[in-house]
């Protein structure tokens, strides 16, 4: 099947195989009124580990004839061969695998530009294919390729890359596909923000200040034609008509978990998970903002982010043997904690050093501060620590950064936003994703460093020496998977 349609291959055999295998659509399917073309059904809903999810569409169904599907370059990929709906929108290493065997490799996603740990890779048999394509069979990861820029304050001393390519013109920079869905709540675009552009006076400024940014619907329409000339190697710029139906498309999209394999129905007994609801979740820039309170509102920064399973704080665990009960009872304990759990935040760039605080006491929702979504709602890319030398595993490159002036030394595996501004003080600094539909997209984090949600709590645990119990760690893993 895959070698006969190539442009829809993946999307049309996921979907193929939800019709045949696993008939979990919602009933109030609307997707056959008045169109005729390829479609998915809305609530669209795929299996992950912890449940479910679904995807509902402002267009009443998920259109397959968008150009968002079509392969519009020379190497026969289309946006969906890394955003495939039934993989949280992104790529799993459990759906590349099997895209892998298949195609033995040969399916558009595996290609050399940006597929394989290096572009000139020897690909020419299977086994070699396995080899050069291990980043993105195992993690999931694509390699961004991005250089330093000429007047950076630091160079490339350094880089230390197990495939043998990366230079200053050309670093490689293992990440993940953001999910192409949920971009109503985003405020920046890319991990580093790098497509995000800067417009004096006008579109989204920062509270009292003349930093502004153009609005995400333009800055999508420019990603989506680098993503063509890039990542599917076209020679031409999309079309406007093209660019917009692709916008269009993605802003339509909203994406959660609807079901738990403990807890059952995330929308039973008043909750608010799932994407009907989220689709209704109020947002705008600089919503419930941290620093200086809500731009619209005025109202100060309410910690309480997250009130999907409000509702279900009321369950009292029951200790004889409702199991559905008690994993709701732990979905609202897990919430509380998400919300509430004092965390001391220091050594974060983008906060410590910018507000010229050693300490700042906070919460998740600190970083996490857009309302039952849980990303930023202004552009603040933070290191947290991810790409530090200390985390790096062997096979990820690392990078070795001397400041111009200091000629003090950084070891990285991925600058971030540094090699966008070329600014010293961006190096490891990320923006915080939307947290929705996160238990369909393992790994985590921009690299695929947290293979799973109890390696992120444990991550957060030892970064910040929260002070987690176990049972505390298993009720926030049980809260961030109904999300
Ligand atoms: C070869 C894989 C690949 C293909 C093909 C691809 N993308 Fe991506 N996409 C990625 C990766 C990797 C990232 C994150 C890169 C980064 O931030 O450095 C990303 C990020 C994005 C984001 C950012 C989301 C956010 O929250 O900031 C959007 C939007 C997006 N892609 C849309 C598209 C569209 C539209 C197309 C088709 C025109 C496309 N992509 C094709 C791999 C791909
Ligand atoms: C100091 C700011 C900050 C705090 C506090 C914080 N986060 Fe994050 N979070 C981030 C940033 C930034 C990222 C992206 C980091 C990266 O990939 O480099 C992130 C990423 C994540 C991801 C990965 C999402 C994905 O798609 O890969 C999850 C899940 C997450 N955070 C949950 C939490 C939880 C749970 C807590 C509280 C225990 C928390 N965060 C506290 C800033 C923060």
């Known amino acids: 099947m895959h070698n006969k349609i190539i442009t829809k291959s993946h999307v049309l055999s996921a979907a193929l195989i939800m019709l045949l295998a696993a008939p979990v659509f919602a009933k109030d399917d ?20 912890h449940g479910r999810d679904a995807t509902f569409s402002t267009a009443g169904f998920i259109d397959l ?7 519009l370059g020379t190497n026969g990929r289309s946006c969906a061969s890394c955003h495939i709906p039934s993989q949280g929108w992104t790529i799993t290493p459990a759906g590349v695998q099997k895209i892998f065997d298949e195609t ?42 991005i250089g330093i820029p000429a007047d950076a304050e ?26 192409t869905t949920n971009l109503k709540f985003i405020s920046a675009v890319m991990w580093e923000g790098r497509e995000t552009t800067l417009m004096p006076n006008s579109g989204d400024c920062l509270y009292g200040t003349d930093t502004c940014f153009s609005p995400v619907a333009f800055d999508l329409g420019t990603q989506a034609n680098h993503a063509t000339l890039g990542h599917a190697e076209a020679l031409l710029d999309l079309t406007d008509e093209e660019r917009e139906a692709i916008v269009a498309f993605e802003l339509g999209l909203f994406t959660a978990q609807i079901h738990d394999n ?12 799932g994407p009907k609801a989220l689709k209704k979740q109020y947002y705008y820039f600089g919503i419930n903002d941290t620093l200086v309170g809500d731009y619209q509102t005025g109202e100060p920064f309410n910690p309480a982010v997250m009130s999907l399973y409000d509702s279900w704080d009321r369950i009292k665990p029951n200790k004889s043997s409702n199991n559905t009960k008690n994993a709701r009872a732990a979905i609202a304990r897990g919430q509380a904690l998400f919300n509430t759990k004092p965390i001391m935040i220091s050594g974060v760039k983008g906060i410590n050093d ?6 700042l006491p906070g919460t998740c929702t600190t970083c996490h501060n857009t309302p039952n979504s849980g990303n930023h709602s202004t552009p603040m890319p933070l290191d947290i ?42 190096i490891g600094r990320f923006k915080g994703p939307v947290l929705r539909s996160v238990a369909s997209r393992p790994p985590y984090f921009h690299d695929g460093s947290a293979a799973d949600l109890p390696a992120v709590v444990e991550f957060y645990n030892n970064r910040f020496n929260i002070g987690l119990t176990e049972a505390e760690k298993a009720d926030l893993v049980a809260f961030l998977a109904a999300l």
């Not at 609307?30 to 580990?49: A, D, Q, V």
């Not at 004839?65 to 079509?70: H, M, Q, S």
């Not at 996603?109 to 993105?136: C, H, Q, W």
């Open 154 to 179: 630091f160079e490339l001393t350094n880089a230390d890359d197990p495939y043998g390519y990366a230079n200053e013109n050309e670093l490689s920079l293992f990440r993940r596909p953001m999910p």
């Open 354 to 359: 910018d507000l010229n605080i050693n300490v």
């Open 104 to 145: 033995d490799g040969l399916d558009p996603l595996f290609r050399l530009v940006d597929g394989a740990n290096s572009p000139i890779a020897d690909v020419t048999t299977l086994e070699k294919r396995r080899t050069a394509y291990s980043m993105l069979l195992e993690k999931g990861n694509i390699r961004v390729g």
């Open 385 to 426: 620590g991810i790409s530090d030398e200390s985390r790096r595993t062997p096979d990820m490159p690392l990078y070795t950064l001397k400041n111009k002036a200091t000629n003090e030394i950084i070891k990285t595996t991925d600058p971030g936003r540094a090699l966008i501004t070329g600014k010293w003080k961006d």
């Open 262 to 273: 403990d807890a059952g129905n995330l929308s039973a007994e008043k909750a608010l998970g």
């Open 65 to 71: 004839d968008n150009p968002f599907f079509k392969s």
């Open 30 to 49: 609307h997707s056959k009124k008045g169109h005729h073309g390829n479609h998915l059904p809305n609530m669209f809903s795929s299996e992950n580990e």
